[in-house]
């Protein structure tokens, strides 16, 4: 039988192929945009760690606003010193993998870098693996910061267990001149902004060093763990994969701390033995700001989770923890 023709039919036709190529070129321009923020991306990574650069931001969270003062020196081993300008005196210096905090009337302390060891907040280190996955990748337009151009890159997540950030990139370095991370409301939970920056300008000496620290350090606090891991996170959230095994020195020898990573945000989760003279307490949580920490009870041990991430996050991954299968040992 011979289609029947109607008024109509022809447009009708044409307006559907209109809109599946419209449908098509939206999701070109989309990977378009994606490709040409992971490279942005890429490149901010390498500036933050290669390039000299100085200059004073302010840092806003939970409702209170810091000023402080950066210096950063890039090369194979970096050095950086992060100085608050409000408030009680403090400096935090990098060198390297050593990170040394330096406060009035407390001793100084010497901590092992971390995954994320620099000292500017706020900007992830974002690794390929977590793009297309986790998270989407966008482009936000073009904005004015401290005096220099930016494009504005954004981090989206896919699902609630991880936050989304906002960067402002200087046009020709990729340095990160401001950053917001926003929940999955798209409300600002924190940011910084740079007021005044110096790109290439190499700090002085003197701006590299405090007085204070020498001689005052302490030895780290963890080392890294020689065997297989004693507990495991049997049902991480989407994407949070095991990265490194560490046991804290101050802390009993059955305890263990696991980092666990989605490539964008981590999790530290200690493992330790409790006070079992004491009846067990109920789970609680507890919320600074972007970071969440849930302890929770398992038996003899008490699961502490850590965070920058949602408490959905951490509440899920205490919860999960359990001892790894004695063949795997």
Sequence with gaps: MRARWRPGYLRDVLAMLALGLGLLSGQARAQDEAAVAA????RMSGALRTLDYQGSFVYQHGGEIDSLRLFHEGGNRERERLVSLNGQRSEILREGELIVCVQDGRPTTLFPSR???RLLPLVPEAR?????TQYSLGLAGEDRVAGYRARVV?????DAYRYGYRLWLEEDSNLPLRSAVVDSAQRVLEQFVFVALDIHVKPKAGDLTSAASAGAASAPDEVA??????WRVA???PGFLFVRGQRPTQAPTSAEHYVYSDGIANVSVYVEPRDTKQAAPPDSALTRGLLNIYVHVEGDWKITVVGDVPRATVQRIARSVQPVPSGSH
Excluded: H, K, M, T
Excluded at 39 to 42: A, D, V, Y
Excluded at 154 to 158: A, F, K, L, S, T
Excluded at 225 to 230: A, C, E, G, I, T
């Design 115 to 117: 995954l994320d060891s």
């Design 154 to 158: 954004e981090i989206r997540p896919r």
């Design 39 to 42: 490279n942005l991306l890429q």
């Design 128 to 132: 390929n693996r977590a793009f297309g």
């Design 235 to 237: 049902d991480p959230p």
């Design 225 to 230: 763990l020689n065997s297989v891991p004693r």
